[in-house]
C-alpha cells in the first residue's frame, strides 16, 4: 500500500507559480511512475502530468503543457508539480497519484486544493 501526502498548494493570483509536492510512503518508489490529477468544482476529475520510474518519461495534458514541469527525486521518495503562469481555470483540488501504468492511478493521495484568483 502506497501512502501518498500532498503540499504546497494555496491561494495565488493570476499569472502567479505555485509548487506542489507528494512525499511517498514507500521504500520501493522508484518503481512507481508518478502523476498528478486534479478536479475543479463539479467536474470530474482529470489527468494533468505523469512522470515515469526513472523519471526520463514526462508527459502533460494540452491544458498545462508548456505551464507545468513534473520532477522526482527517487533519492527523497517525492515527487513535484511546478506550476507557472497560473490561470483561474486552474483552480481545482490536485491528487497525487501513484501507479502501474504510466498515466493510470493506482494510489491517491488525499489531495491539496489550489485556487487562482483573476
Known amino acids: 500500500q502506497v501512502q501518498l501526502v500532498e503540499s504546497g498548494g494555496g491561494l495565488v493570483q493570476a499569472g502567479g507559480s505555485l509548487r506542489l509536492s507528494c512525499a511517498a510512503s514507500e521504500r520501493t518508489f522508484s518503481s512507481y511512475n508518478m502523476g498528478w490529477f486534479r478536479q475543479a468544482p463539479g467536474k470530474e476529475r482529470v489527468f494533468v502530468a505523469a512522470?515515469?520510474?526513472?523519471?526520463?518519461?514526462?508527459y502533460y495534458a494540452d491544458s498545462v503543457k508548456g505551464r507545468c514541469t513534473i520532477s522526482r527525486d527517487n533519492a527523497k521518495n517525492t515527487v513535484n508539480l511546478q506550476m507557472n503562469n497560473l490561470k483561474p481555470e486552474d483552480t481545482a483540488i490536485y491528487f497525487c497519484?501513484?501507479?502501474?501504468?504510466?498515466?493510470?492511478?493506482?494510489?491517491w493521495g488525499q489531495g491539496t486544493q489550489v485556487t487562482v484568483s483573476s
Open positions: 512522470i515515469n520510474w526513472s523519471g526520463i518519461g514526462t
Open positions: 497519484t501513484a501507479a502501474a501504468r504510466v498515466g493510470s492511478a493506482d494510489y
